[in-house]
């Protein structure tokens, strides 16, 4: 079965930094692109950053230059580095893996509370 767990979520001051990770109970290699959502009360889930296989990477506009999004192939552990955070970063933050195996299947983590405060 197909898990993906997050963790690393917390409340941090406007500019400072926290590290999301996400592992995955089967080979992160196996995913065809990884990705970082949030949710904001409110509002709609927003993609935020996502990787592929290929180690391309996309990222919202909201957060350019200031998120990055890697891997650890050894680990099956997905991360996402937020620096300067904001408080409209506030969200709850999933986890998402995307298999292609004769039909594009997503799996989803849990999510993970991010609280900037002002």
């Known amino acids: 079965q197909v898990q993906l767990v997050e963790s690393g979520g917390g409340l941090v001051q406007a500019g400072g930094s926290l590290r999301l990770s996400c592992e995955t109970s089967?080979?992160?290699?196996?995913?065809?692109?990884m990705s970082w959502y949030r949710q904001a009360p409110g509002k709609q889930r927003e993609l935020v950053a996502a990787?592929?296989?290929?180690?391309?990477?996309n990222f919202a506009d909201s957060v350019k230059g200031r998120f990055t999004i890697s891997r650890d192939n050894a680990k099956n552990t997905l991360y996402l580095q937020m620096n300067s955070l904001k408080p409209e970063d506030t969200a709850v933050y999933y986890c998402?893996?995307?298999?292609?195996?004769?039909?594009?299947?997503?799996?989803w983590g849990q999510g993970t509370q991010v609280t900037v405060s002002s």
């Open positions: 990787l592929t296989g290929a180690d391309t990477t």
């Open positions: 089967v080979s992160i290699r196996s995913f065809a692109v």
């Open positions: 998402k893996g995307q298999l292609i195996l004769r039909g594009v299947y997503d799996y």
